[in-house]
């Protein structure tokens, strides 16, 4: 069964980089699908930030692609996340995700306020 | 990018109440659109995928309709566990998915 759980800090400073890494089991992320990323700030909707295909080619949302980076280190079986430039408007639940188009397995989800 | 509406964003619904939730694409994206629930604090789990495709182990009181711009979800029977947000979700194209703003079951 796939497994993923995200990891990394619950506060950021406003203006500096949110990095949050996502650990796979049961699948090896270099063998096929999109891996990615979404977020959910609290009592709002979902929004898909962007995603990493097994052979390393990357599709961000267009909203935050000046910001985003999402990697993918296979011989750890961790995708990662970092948004530059934060502000209180990232504050949110950051889910990762296996997207087999559709999505079928998420993490549980790690919740990042950006404040001083 | 393709824009997703869903409708209405709140519905009341007893036990048992057969209730609709529309969901509107801003251009055609075919049938590639899944069907999400929520529960608070949890990661939204797939329940349609393909419109119409009932994933595995969903109850079969769950069912989609639609393609093109218009979809449906159906929930016939609502039991206590339905009561929870649903999003819809379009993946057609490869490059950028959209979500709905979502609709919340709740409780009349």
């Known amino acids: 069964q796939v497994q993923l759980q995200e990891s990394g800090p619950g506060l950021v400073k406003p203006s500096e980089t949110l990095s949050l890494t996502c650990t796979v089991s049961?699948?090896?992320?270099?063998?096929?699908?999109?891996w990615g990323w979404i977020r959910q700030p609290p009592g709002k909707g979902l929004e898909w930030i962007g995603s990493?295909?097994?052979?390393?080619?990357?599709n961000y949302n267009a909203s935050l692609k000046s910001r985003v980076t999402i990697s993918a280190d296979t011989s750890k079986s961790q995708i990662s996340l970092k948004l530059a430039s934060v502000s209180a408007t990232d504050t949110a639940v950051y889910y990762c995700?296996?997207?087999?188009?559709?999505?079928?397995?998420w993490g549980q989800g790690a919740l990042v306020t950006v404040s001083s | 990018d393709i824009q997703m509406t869903q409708s209405p964003s709140t519905l009341s619904a007893f036990v048992g109440d057969r209730v609709t939730i529309t969901c509107r694409a801003s251009?055609?994206?075919?049938?590639?659109l899944a069907w999400y629930q929520q529960n608070p604090g949890k990661a939204p789990k797939l329940l349609i995928y393909?419109?119409?495709s009932l994933e595995s182990g969903v109850p079969s009181r769950f069912s989609g309709s639609g393609s093109g711009t218009e979809f449906t979800l159906t929930i016939s029977g609502l039991q206590p566990d339905d009561f929870a947000t649903y999003y819809c979700q379009q993946y057609s194209s490869y490059s950028s998915l959209t979500f709905g703003g979502g609709t919340k079951v709740e409780i009349k």
């Open positions: 995700a296996r997207d087999d188009r559709p999505i079928r397995f």
């Open positions: 251009q055609s994206v075919s049938s590639w």
């Open positions: 990493i295909y097994h052979s390393g080619s990357t």
């Open positions: 049961g699948y090896s992320i270099s063998s096929g699908y999109y």
């Open positions: 393909k419109a119409s």
